[in-house]
């Protein structure tokens, strides 16, 4: 490995523990104040709405994401942006009305938003094709793991004191970050985006499935995720803290997956192994035409969690081979975009569609979807191949 190479290697190493800090900060957040909210208006409608204020930021912005060009290295940019998240936290203990608390989440939330789109930018210009693969699946297997830990200390934080001791957690661990992050390169500076705005995206049927996989793949994982809690309590007989469980056996199988893109065989295969986890996905779902019982229902959503991961994971390395550094920070914002839109209307429309069809015919719906898309995702490379092969 050369010089420029073990340096970018400490930069993705300093990043990579960065991010998960301060992801782990923001989990703790969104965890905190939307049960904080609830305990303090009593209205499950009001707290629900709530995570629409992480998304709002990405919808207004993400259009405009080529404009910003601030001109400063990535360790200064990112260290103050950390800060800056850390002061908005400290804030918040002073705020006790809902809608003050909205506002500076909105804020939060725009800051988050700037720092999350410069990760992407930076990651791609300390990456090649050769080591995306990797550094892409340890940064999705780490963030993972945040989502479990963090809304379980959110909720141990708030039921051992109070929202305040969350805020104070907050600002410590984006402080650290902040601070942390100042030991990457001096000399990177940031890239100048290669268009003012996101062009159009022209939905041709062999060239955007990053984009329409990820939507649906998350869409259907969001809208089985919560028909699966409706199974649980109504047809199990479970409890709640059951379905935790079984989203702790879902997550754990995540990890897994975004691991799995490691090993030589999935690496050279990827196209094609993606396809046949996807079918899986499908598959095991369908397989509640049988009912299974609560420790079968755990394997199910376990072997699904690995199988949606890993597309998942394999769908981000491609964004970041594709796409040039000046486009990709435009494109992940867009990535990231779909993902929180189609993650936020899946969970309504798993009680519409619950309403009418009732959870085991629904939950059937949802693999047959997973199945569709998978032979989508054939016909797409069989296409891409064709195309190749022509040329």
Known sequence: MNTTQDMYEKDFKILLISDIISSFGSSLTATALTIYIFSISNNLLTASLFPFFTVLPKVVLTPFVGKFNFGVSYRKYFSTFEMILGVIMLNLIWINSIPLLLIFYIVFSTVFFFLEIYRAEFLKVICNDDNIHRRQSLSRTFNTAVTVVGPVTAGIILEKTNVNFVYITDFITYIIAGILILFISKDLKMKKSKHSKIKKIKFKFENNYIFIGSVFITFLGGTTSL????????????????????????????????????????????????????????????????????????????ISGIFSSYTMTVLAIELYIKYSVEEIKEKYALFSLLIDSSTAVSKPFAGVIEKYFGVITSLIIMGTGFVLLSVYKMLNSLILNIKKNAA
């Not at 803290?241 to 295969?269: C, D, E, Q, R, W």
């Not at 046949?276 to 779902?285: T, V």
């Open 227 to 302: 028909l699966t809690l409706s199974y649980i309590i109504y047809f199990l007989n479970q409890s709640s803290a059951s379905y935790g469980m079984i989203m702790t056996s879902m997550s754990m199988g995540s990890v897994l997956g975004s691991l799995a893109i490691n090993i030589p065989f999935f690496k050279k295969h990827k196209n094609s192994t993606t396809s046949i986890a996807i079918l899986f996905s499908g598959l095991i779902i369908l397989s509640v035409i049988f009912k299974p019982g609560y420790i079968l229902l755990n394997f199910i959503l376990f």
